[in-house]
Each structure stands twice: as structure tokens, then as C-alpha cells.
């Protein structure tokens, strides 16, 4: 959904995305306030937010960010892949995010890295993300996070 605010003079109009009915307009007051510290004025841009998690069978696109849970895992040995966990790698439902491909993770607006997806899992369905660790005690205090996925472009090679 994108929302718009739009401010003139004392009213403030709040439009919704396609599909929806702007609700009735909001007027307010005009407010003056006077304040020692001088500030330049401000514009307010419209922002769409990040997509929902995936949903059963529906695939991230390139670029875009996409709302995920993050676990941690620590079990060694081959990944779906077949390659040997390691650092820098998830376990992901390839329906969402295909095998092979990279993915940026952020926690908190932060980014926490970018990792190579090499494995699935039995519990790791659409929108969650399991990051490997070898120590278990710290996959153990990770719990689970939300964050937010954007999948990366192929490296040339």
C-alpha cells in the first residue's frame, strides 16, 4: 500500500493506494509555532514500504526488499547444494529464494551481511531464513528475528 500525505496551508489530505477510497479529508488547525532555533523547510516524500513476507510459491524479485524471519542454524555436513556449510551461507525455500543466488540481510534498517543461499530445510519455508553458524550456542541465543531480504543480481563471472 502506498501512502501519501499531502499538507497545504491548514489542510492535510491522507490518499491511499489504488483500489482503496481516499478516506474523508482531515483539516487542522493552523498551528504557528515559535521557537529560538530556526529550521529550513521540510518536503515529505510518499515511500512505499517493503513487501509482505512471501506467501506459499511466490518468488523475491531482484532488488526489492522482502519482509523474512531470521533463525540460525549448526548442523555440519553437505547442503542441498552440495557443498559443505560455511560461513556465509542460508538455508531459504528456493520457491522464494532460488539456490545459488545471494541475498543482503537487515536487521533493524542495519545491514547484517550478504549471504549465498546453498540449502533448505524442513522448517525453512517461505519467508524465513536460516543463517548457519557453527557454534550452536549462538544459534540457541539468535532465536528468531525479523528482518527484511533483498536478493542480489548473479555476479559475473
Not at 60 to 83: D, I
Not at 105 to 126: A, C, S, Y
Amino acid at each position: 500500500m502506498l501512502l501519501i500525505i499531502l499538507a497545504s496551508g491548514a489542510a492535510t489530505r491522507v490518499l491511499l493506494d489504488v483500489g482503496q477510497s481516499p478516506p474523508p479529508p482531515l483539516t487542522l488547525p493552523v498551528a504557528v509555532v515559535y521557537s529560538p532555533v530556526r529550521v529550513a523547510p521540510l518536503m515529505v516524500l510518499a515511500v512505499r514500504p517493503p513487501s509482505p513476507a512471501p506467501t506459499m510459491g511466490e518468488r523475491a524479485r531482484r532488488g526489492e526488499q522482502v519482509s523474512v524471519e531470521l533463525t540460525q542454524y549448526c548442523l555440519v555436513g553437505r547442503t542441498r547444494s552440495g557443498t559443505l556449510t560455511r560461513q556465509g551461507i542460508v538455508a531459504a525455500d528456493p520457491t522464494v529464494f532460488p539456490l545459488g543466488r545471494e541475498i543482503e540481510l537487515f536487521v533493524d534498517g542495519q545491514t547484517i551481511g550478504r549471504f549465498r543461499v546453498e540449502d533448505t530445510g524442513r522448517l525453512v519455508k517461505n519467508g524465513v531464513i536460516d543463517i548457519w553458524t557453527s557454534s550452536c550456542a549462538d544459534a540457541i541465543q539468535f532465536g528468531r528475528k525479523a528482518a527484511r531480504a533483498v536478493l542480489r543480481a548473479p555476479r559475473a563471472k
